[in-house]
């Protein structure tokens, strides 16, 4: 990523260790993923090769949360799963963060029932939003830019007026215009 | 084939043969695109299921399938609220025969209250594979079945307040989903 183009000859280099740890940190996103449905075949077509998660740091895929930063909600979530889904989240070590993947992890989407959690937001933190039914590749890709973005720029995490850290709440804006990878991110509130 | 309408002719075998083994008992019979239904008393359910799996005329030695049926605001006028149907299969003959019960309610449907008129004997000791589709129909229904080995929520959480799938349940539930107990970063 650049970094032996600063070195020099004698393989020294001179950078303030905020920086290369918030590198470091965001080019090793390892994600637990929490795939209850549908969402869950994208998140696996965003792990193969043709969009390749392994270009952003973010493709080894932990199924232990102790060992992820990265909790990827992907499907609806019962309301009998949510005890699972909390105890994953609080078994995570911080830093983290919490991608919540199409219609039915964010809203609920059409399935407007007794049993189904109408958002897992209501129950967690959740960071970045990514929309969709599924939502593409891309757009899930987007959305571990927009917090390797935070990341990278604002160094984590960031802390609300009480010293306690916020969720980021950021929405990837819906987009099935077809760019190349990686693209600059579209972050919107 | 003229368009004809459908006619009940019932002449499915086992209903004959039903009916000559239970002389006393009341039995109802429908039928529907050549599926015949065969409606006893509760009370006989599980004596005429007996019958049907022993007895080699009929032979239904596979169970297909346990469902419930909530008639509330039904169009068409119905013998009780809610029923119970048993799917039979006979596979030497590839057959299939449909068992009914109908039940009334006698306590408030809204809640999850041990009603005692909405209670038939299980099938677990004629065919094994009764015990999760009865545990589903109790789930949904709150119909409760005697004698079954292990009569828990299959789908739902335990303490669930209510059946969902009567008709006089909200579809959206009655906050279940909501709540919940919310985990935030400062719980930590
Ligand atoms: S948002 Fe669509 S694709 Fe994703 S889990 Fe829900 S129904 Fe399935």
């Given at each position: ?28 996103l390892?994600p ?11 998140l696996?077509?965003t ?6 998660l392994?270009?952003f740091?973010a ?11 990265l909790?990827i909600?992907a ?22 963060w919490v991608i919540s993947m199409g219609?039915?992890?964010s ?19 959740v960071d970045v939003y990514v929309p969709g039914?599924?939502p593409r590749p891309e757009q899930l890709i987007e959305g571990v830019m927009a917090i390797q973005r935070i ?17 980021l709440?950021l929405v990837v804006e ?11 991110i579209t972050v919107?509130? | ?188």
């Open positions: 990523m650049g970094i032996e183009a600063a070195l020099t000859a004698e393989g020294f280099a001179t950078l303030q260790l905020r920086r290369v740890v918030n590198w470091a940190r965001r080019s090793s390892w637990v993923p929490f795939a209850t449905a549908c969402c869950g075949i994208e696996m077509g792990a193969c090769s043709r969009y390749d392994a270009r740091g493709e080894v895929m932990r199924f232990s949360p102790r060992q992820a930063d909790l909600v499907g609806r979530i019962a309301v009998k799963m949510m005890p699972v889904l909390q105890r994953i989240y609080e078994q995570m070590s911080e830093p983290k219609a039915c992890a809203t609920g989407g059409v399935f407007d029932t007794y049993a189904c959690v109408q958002g897992c937001d209501q129950f967690i933190p039914c599924p990341v990278d720029n604002d160094g984590i995490p960031p802390m609300g007026p009480d010293g306690r850290r916020i969720p709440g819906p987009t099935h215009v077809v760019r190349p990878q990686p693209v600059g919107g509130r | 084939m003229p368009d004809t309408p459908p006619v009940n002719i019932l002449d499915h075998p086992t209903l004959k043969v039903v009916r000559d083994a239970f002389p006393g008992k009341r039995l109802r019979a429908t039928e529907f695109r050549g599926q015949s239904t065969l409606i006893v008393e509760p009370a006989d359910l599980h004596e005429v299921l007996a019958f049907l799996r022993n007895d080699p005329r009929c032979g239904y030695n596979f169970l297909s399938d346990v469902a419930g049926i909530d008639y509330l605001n039904y169009p068409a006028a119905t013998i009780g609220r809610f029923a119970v149907v048993y799917n039979l299969a006979c596979h030497a003959r590839d057959d299939r025969f449909f068992v009914k019960v109908f039940l009334n309610p006698s306590l408030p449907t809204d809640g999850n209250a041990d009603d005692p008129a909405l209670c038939v004997d299980s099938a677990c000791d004629l065919w094994p594979g009764a015990e999760w589709p009865e545990r589903e129909v109790f789930d949904m229904f709150g119909i409760r079945f005697r004698n079954h080995p292990d009569l828990r929520r299959v789908l739902l959480w335990e303490d669930y307040p209510a059946h969902p799938l009567r008709k006089d349940y909200p579809l959206r539930g009655r906050g279940e989903r909501e709540q919940y107990r919310v985990v935030d970063r400062a719980s930590q």
